[in-house]
């Protein structure tokens, strides 16, 4: 801790000084009797401002929890005398119970109730202290780095059903494919050949044509689901933006489909380069959650784009899902470059209208009607490109939005499974 001598202690040893200089040189005994008393209050609290040097301790109850949930922070503080504490939080977390700046007797411990009110990764527990001898002379402040990690995770809505693949992997899984074999989703019937299990066997329709009859199933497979996250720009307003509506409707995507035992991985575009290689079950839900929460829009006019990706992050018959606020050329140009190189595409456009205003000028109304129409052609243009693409704004939830996108997609006869 850093000390300071408060103004007490610089009029007490003026005090002094001047009593012993007065009776060097006046040669009286009796002058250096009166400056004891403020020699010693001097020395005293040179000797009292050893209590302030306290030793801190930060634990958190959770390490991990949901976007609206409350932890438990816990500060200890081990040392002697009376000190004023204060833990600042970061933007996202607010204090819902306890009491912060704090006055302390030391030893103490003290438990700060905090409400995460946004995703994101944050590191809480740093400690300022203030405090001071008890005559008033010594002043100590210092600051204490007890910071513990802490992540919380965006509140994903839940999705009844999202968008189906063209084409499946070879592993099981819960997408029905399309070519035929061992499975539960009826396909067709046809004559019975030896070999054929016997409860395979469509009695009714055996009775009407007079000879056995089987059935035929559609297979159950699994899919490779790849979330493009265009980050090369964004429109945001106080609190909310483009890019943390990105990050919800990919944590709402990976964890539908890894529910469903396919895999998943993201990749994204933009200033920054990121990615995490489809994978499955619960250890990839949080890998990629992880890596969502920690994505930040950097601006950049570098091109980095998908061909600069790994091959093994979009593998073969894979679905990719573009999530992009259609702000930037270069995004819509990477789902046009993965549509051109045979990928299944599909785009999800994050609507920035809320958060840009036409403006009060008519030249500024102008600009943005000449906005809309260039964000219109790029729909054209991905959507002439074979890539469906629905618009998710405050007017409908994202469930509603994948609906649209469905609808849109065309699915040509005869595609391979």
């Known amino acids: 801790m850093k000390r300071s001598a408060t103004p007490k202690l610089g009029a007490y040893a003026g005090l002094a000084a001047l009593g012993l200089l007065a009776a060097l040189a006046l040669r009286r005994a ?46 200890r503080a081990e040392g002697r005398g009376r000190m004023e504490v204060l833990m600042p ?62 992540r919380v995770y965006p509140a994903a809505e839940q999705l009844r ?16 494919a399309r070519q035929k074999g061992e499975g539960i989703e009826f396909a067709d019937v046809r004559q019975f050949v030896p070999g054929d299990r016997i409860r395979r066997v469509n009695w009714r329709a055996s009775a009407r044509r007079g000879e056995l009859w089987v059935n035929e199933q559609h297979t159950e497979r699994n899919t490779d689901v790849v979330l493009l996250l265009d980050s090369f720009a964004q429109a945001r307003g106080r609190g909310d933006g483009t890019a943390e509506r990105v990050v919800r409707a990919a944590a709402a995507l990976a964890e539908h489909y890894l529910g469903r035992k396919d895999r998943v991985g993201i990749a994204g575009v933009g200033g920054v380069l990121s990615w995490l290689v489809p994978g499955s079950g619960l250890v990839q839900l949080y890998r990629i959650v992880d890596s969502l929460i920690e994505n930040e829009v950097v601006a950049s006019y570098a091109w ?53 205003a036409p403006g009060a000028r008519e030249s500024d109304k102008l600009a943005h009607r000449i906005w809309l129409l260039t964000r219109e052609a790029n729909r054209g243009r991905l959507q002439r490109a074979g890539i469906p693409i629905s618009t998710w704004s405050d007017e409908k939830p994202f469930s509603v939005a994948l609906e649209e996108v469905s609808s849109y997609r065309r699915q040509p006869i005869g595609s391979p499974a």
């Open 30 to 75: 009796e002058l250096v009797a009166a400056a004891a008393p403020f020699l010693l209050v001097v020395g005293a609290g040179l000797v009292l401002s050893e209590e302030t040097a306290p030793e801190f301790s930060v634990e958190l109850d959770r390490e991990r929890v949901l976007e609206g949930e409350e932890v438990e922070l816990t500060l």
């Open 161 to 176: 059903s999202a968008l189906r693949p063209l084409r499946t992997q070879v592993f099981s899984g819960n997408q029905v």
């Open 89 to 150: 939080l970061p933007d996202g977390l607010e204090l819902v119970g306890g009491e912060n700046p704090v006055e302390l007797r030391l030893p103490a411990e003290r438990r700060l109730r905090v409400r995460c009110v946004r995703w994101g990764a944050y590191r809480p527990g740093i400690v300022f202290v203030r405090a001071g001898d008890r005559l008033g002379v010594i002043r100590a402040e210092g600051r204490f780095d007890r910071s513990l990690p802490l």
């Open 304 to 356: 980095r784009g998908v061909e600069t990706l790994p091959r093994r992050l979009l593998p073969p018959q894979a679905l990719v899902i573009g999530l992009t606020p259609l702000l930037d050329e270069r995004g819509v140009r990477s789902l046009l470059d993965l549509r051109g190189r045979g990928y299944d595409v599909a785009a999800v456009e994050i609507s920035p209208l809320a958060w840009v």
